[in-house]
């Protein structure tokens, strides 16, 4: 049984984290290139949150949404 977890430890750690380690060790060279996934996850939440707005403008300017006191049900 230990050499079973032993062999998830090594497909983890040897093989599944190496590309985290490469970027830890990046890191003293170039902070920006350490970080580069970070700029791609920030740049995709910023682009959805621009489609958001502006999907909640589109049907805002439509007049597609009920803005009376009693739209929603938790707020009577």
């Not at 909640?56 to 009577?76: I, Y």
Request: aromatic fraction near 18%; charge should be negative; charged fraction near 20%.
């Amino acid at each position: 049984m230990r050499a079973f977890f032993e062999g998830i430890e090594t497909l983890f750690v040897d093989y599944l984290f190496a590309p985290w380690d490469a970027l830890r060790h990046l890191e003293p060279t170039t902070w920006f290139g350490a970080n580069f996934l970070n700029w791609i996850f920030m740049a995709i939440c910023a682009t959805a949150l621009v489609y958001w707005c502006k999907q909640l403008k589109l049907h805002a300017d439509r007049g597609e949404e009920d803005t009376s006191s009693t739209a929603h049900s938790f707020l009577d």
